[in-house]
């Protein structure tokens, strides 16, 4: 048999090895990996992963005094249960996962070949259970349908009738089977089979071949590799994301008008691009991209004075004034006066009792002046 053919199968095609295979040469990339967002971002709903979010007595969301969803298990698994004036009307199963619970997780429930959206997520800020963001706060909404579209930015991949035109369709129907969840290797890197049989064969050979280098690419081509899923969700898909390859370009993937790529007012939800494109670090330097304060594969969040160094390779000295300086040492954290986190336009949710909704906040990616 040849070495091709020794490869586990991938649904996505013949060209692709799958993440399992990336392992055995990239032991280090793989295992910090599997410890960040993107790598789980999507995942079946299992009693352990939710275990950790339920307090021993009730778990659920009140609207009023006479609507309420709860969180019930049963021999059967965990469900969302509707009660109204008392009496239990609707109830539905957890399946999905959506987020990696930094700030949230939502979640979906399958009937038949279509996927809903439960009423509750769970917000990590508040530690507690709240109606799901875009969710009517007088009402429980079983109905909401999922598209491919949502699973394009946080799998790496569905079957779908209607892949051509991902997530334009509400009656679509998906292959539960076939979702492979997280965002995984060959989802940003392209296509990796032929890399991989290569490298078996000749083990001798330490330089990368029939893979995408991202150095070697245009600062376009990497900014439009992190923006198939960082440009907002309000784009108009002309050509499935599951495809888009490195050195592919976004204007192939999505219909281009006046809004595209955040030319109105982008949000700090999911549009970091276009933030990013407003700053005038990334327009008057030549090579800034993601890559010059992310890499991908370790994720630093929270270590600000990391981040910090990043600025400080293109920001040898600076002039602050002295009552910026006054504020303390500048070195450790220039995040919070440059990337101030603001509350998205897009998402915010209710709590119980409450009438003012709590914020999502996200880190502005318009570097710049603020509050002066
Ligand atoms: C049999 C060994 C082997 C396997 C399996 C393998 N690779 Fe590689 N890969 C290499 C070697 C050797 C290099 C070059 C040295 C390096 O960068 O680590 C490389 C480099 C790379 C690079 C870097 C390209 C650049 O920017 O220079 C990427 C990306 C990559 N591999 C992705 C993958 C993915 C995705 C998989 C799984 C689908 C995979 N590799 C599986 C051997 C392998
Ligand atoms: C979210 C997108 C993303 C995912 C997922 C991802 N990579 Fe990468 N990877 C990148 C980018 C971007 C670079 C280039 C980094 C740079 O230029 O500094 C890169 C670089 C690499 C390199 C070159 C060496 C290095 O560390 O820079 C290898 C090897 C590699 N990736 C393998 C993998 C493997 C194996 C997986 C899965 C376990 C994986 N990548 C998952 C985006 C990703
Ligand atoms: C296939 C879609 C997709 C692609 C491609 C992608 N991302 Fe993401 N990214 C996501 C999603 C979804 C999340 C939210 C993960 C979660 O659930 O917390 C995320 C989260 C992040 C985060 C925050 C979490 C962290 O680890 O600090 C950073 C930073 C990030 N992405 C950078 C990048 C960069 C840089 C690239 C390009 C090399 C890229 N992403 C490519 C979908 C994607
Ligand atoms: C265009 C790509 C895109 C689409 C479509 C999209 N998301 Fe996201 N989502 C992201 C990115 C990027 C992030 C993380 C950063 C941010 O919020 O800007 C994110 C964050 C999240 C988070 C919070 C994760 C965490 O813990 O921080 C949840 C939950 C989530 N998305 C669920 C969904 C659901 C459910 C859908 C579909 C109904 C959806 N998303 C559609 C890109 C997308
Ligand atoms: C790739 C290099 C690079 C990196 C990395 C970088 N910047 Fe910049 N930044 C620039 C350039 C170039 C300018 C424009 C300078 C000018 O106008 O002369 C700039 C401008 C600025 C300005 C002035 C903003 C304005 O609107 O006039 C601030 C503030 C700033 N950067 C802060 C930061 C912070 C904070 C970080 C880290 C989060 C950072 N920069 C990372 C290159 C960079
Ligand atoms: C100049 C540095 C810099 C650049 C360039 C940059 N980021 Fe970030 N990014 C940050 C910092 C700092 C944070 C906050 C980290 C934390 O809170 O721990 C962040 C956070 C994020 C988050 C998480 C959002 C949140 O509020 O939790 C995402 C997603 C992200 N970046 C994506 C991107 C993408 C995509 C690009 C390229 C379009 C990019 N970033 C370019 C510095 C940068
Ligand atoms: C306490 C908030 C604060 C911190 C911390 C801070 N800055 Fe600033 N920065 C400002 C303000 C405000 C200005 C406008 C000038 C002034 O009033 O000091 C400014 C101006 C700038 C400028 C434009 C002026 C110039 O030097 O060209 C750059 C670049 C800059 N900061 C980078 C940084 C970097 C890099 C760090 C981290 C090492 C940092 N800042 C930390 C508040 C801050």
């Given at each position: 048999?040849?070495?091709?053919?020794?490869?586990?199968?991938?649904?996505?095609?013949?060209?692709?090895?799958?993440?399992?295979?990336?392992?055995?040469?990239?032991?280090?990339?793989?295992?910090?990996?599997?410890?960040?967002?993107?790598?789980?971002?999507?995942?079946?709903?299992?009693?352990?992963?939710?275990?950790?979010?339920?307090?021993?007595?009730?778990?659920?969301?009140?609207?009023?005094?006479?609507?309420?969803?709860?969180?019930?298990?049963?021999?059967?698994?965990?469900?969302?249960?509707?009660?109204?004036?008392?009496?239990?009307?609707?109830?539905?199963?957890?399946?999905?996962?959506?987020?990696?619970?930094?700030?949230?997780?939502?979640?979906?429930?399958?009937?038949?070949?279509?996927?809903?959206?439960?009423?509750?997520?769970?917000?990590?800020?508040?530690?507690?259970?709240?109606?799901?963001?875009?969710?009517?706060?007088?009402?429980?909404?079983?109905?909401?349908?999922?598209?491919?579209?949502?699973?394009?930015?946080?799998?790496?991949?569905?079957?779908?009738?209607?892949?051509?035109?991902?997530?334009?369709?509400?009656?679509?129907?998906?292959?539960?089977?076939?979702?492979?969840?997280?965002?995984?290797?060959?989802?940003?890197?392209?296509?990796?089979?032929?890399?991989?049989?290569?490298?078996?064969?000749?083990?001798?050979?330490?330089?990368?071949?029939?893979?995408?280098?991202?150095?070697?690419?245009?600062?376009?081509?990497?900014?439009?590799?992190?923006?198939?899923?960082?440009?907002?969700?309000?784009?108009?898909?002309?050509?499935?994301?599951?495809?888009?390859?490195?050195?592919?370009?976004?204007?192939?993937?999505?219909?281009?008008?006046?809004?595209?790529?955040?030319g109105a007012n982008p949000d700090v939800h999911g549009n970091q691009t276009a933030m990013l494109k407003g700053?005038?670090?990334?327009?008057?330097?030549?090579?800034?991209?993601?890559?010059?304060?992310?890499?991908?594969?370790?994720?630093?969040?929270?270590?600000?004075?990391?981040?910090?160094?990043?600025c400080i390779s293109c920001h040898q000295s600076t002039k602050h004034s002295q009552a910026t300086l006054a504020?303390?040492?500048?070195?450790?954290?220039?995040?919070?006066?440059?990337?101030?986190?603001?509350?998205?336009?897009?998402?915010?949710?209710?709590?119980?009792?409450?009438?003012?909704?709590?914020?999502?906040?996200?880190?502005?990616?318009?570097?710049?002046?603020?509050?002066?």
């Amino acid at each position: 048999m040849n070495t091709a053919d020794q490869l586990p199968k991938d649904i996505r095609g013949e060209n692709y090895a799958g993440a399992a295979t990336c392992v055995k040469c990239h032991q280090d990339i793989a295992s910090n990996y599997a410890h960040n967002n993107h790598g789980l971002t999507s995942a079946p709903v299992t009693a352990q992963s939710l275990a950790k979010l339920l307090k021993a007595d009730e778990n659920g969301f009140m609207f009023n005094d006479h609507m309420k969803v709860m969180i019930e298990q049963s021999d059967s698994g965990i469900y969302q249960v509707g009660y109204y004036q008392g009496k239990a009307v609707r109830n539905q199963k957890f399946d999905v996962i959506f987020g990696s619970g930094e700030k949230a997780f939502t979640y979906a429930y399958w009937k038949g070949k279509k996927l809903y959206e439960l009423p509750l997520s769970y917000f990590s800020t508040i530690g507690n259970w709240a109606n799901s963001p875009g969710f009517p706060s007088n009402e429980m909404y079983f109905d909401r349908a999922i598209t491919s579209r949502c699973l394009a930015c946080h799998t790496s991949y569905i079957q779908s009738n209607s892949s051509q035109r991902a997530g334009t369709q509400v009656d679509e129907e998906m292959e539960r089977g076939s979702i492979i969840y997280g965002i995984d290797c060959e989802r940003c890197h392209g296509p990796a089979k032929q890399h991989v049989v290569f490298h078996l064969e000749n083990p001798e050979e330490k330089k990368a071949q029939y893979i995408t280098v991202f150095k070697e690419l245009s600062r376009k081509q990497q900014m439009d590799a992190c923006g198939t899923c960082h440009s907002g969700n309000d784009l108009m898909v002309q050509k499935s994301i599951f495809g888009f390859q490195p050195g592919d370009q976004l204007e192939d993937y999505f219909v281009q008008d006046f809004v595209s790529f955040g030319g109105a007012n982008p949000d700090v939800h999911g549009n970091q691009t276009a933030m990013l494109k407003g700053s005038n670090c990334f327009r008057k330097s030549k090579d800034m991209t993601c890559q010059s304060c992310h890499s991908t594969h370790e994720s630093i969040k929270g270590n600000l004075s990391a981040y910090s160094q990043r600025c400080i390779s293109c920001h040898q000295s600076t002039k602050h004034s002295q009552a910026t300086l006054a504020k303390g040492p500048l070195v450790r954290n220039c995040i919070d006066c440059h990337m101030p986190k603001e509350a998205s336009r897009l998402i915010s949710f209710q709590m119980a009792g409450k009438d003012q909704p709590n914020p999502y906040l996200l880190r502005s990616h318009r570097i710049g002046i603020y509050g002066k």
